[in-house]
Nanobody
Framework: QVRVVESGGGLVQPGGSLRLSCAASGRSLAIYAMSWYRQAPGKERELVATIRIDKTVNYGDSVKGRFTIPRDIAKNTVYLQMNDLTPGDTDIYSC?????????WGQGTQVTVSSPWGQGTQVTVSS
């Protein structure tokens, strides 16, 4: 049985950074590729980044130049380093492991990019 556990989601301001982790465990785990996907309610799942056993990497067009996908082979762990975040990056991020025994998903972790400021409201004092 393969277990996939994500961590690192949370709330961040626009322009900030966040790092997600995904650890895979299981007996005789031979990993071919590790990927991050994201999906918002009512939207299709989108590939964010993939790193393969041969170290080749692919990124989704919307995250190129901002996200990277480093990995620690010895720990069967992949990370998603997200920089220059925008509200459009708000989604549930899920880790996918493609191994010799099949495809495995984590439970997902929420990433929310939002300003702590409201839009403001006009106050007028007039006699």
């Amino acid at each position: 049985q393969v277990r996939v556990v994500e961590s690192g989601g949370g709330l961040v301001q626009p322009g900030g950074s966040l790092r997600l982790s995904c650890a895979a465990s299981g007996r005789s785990l031979a990993i071919y590729a590790m990927s991050w996907y994201r999906q918002a309610p009512g939207k299709e799942r989108e590939l964010v980044a993939t790193i393969r056993i041969d170290k080749t990497v692919n990124y989704g067009d919307s995250v190129k130049g901002r996200f990277t996908i480093p990995r620690d082979i010895a720990k069967n762990t992949v990370y998603l380093q997200m920089n220059d975040l925008t509200p459009g990056d708000t989604d549930i991020y899920s880790c996918n492991i493609n191994s010799r025994v099949g495809l495995h998903w984590g439970q997902g972790t929420q990433v929310t990019v939002s300003s702590p400021w409201g839009q403001g409201t006009q106050v007028t004092v007039s006699s």
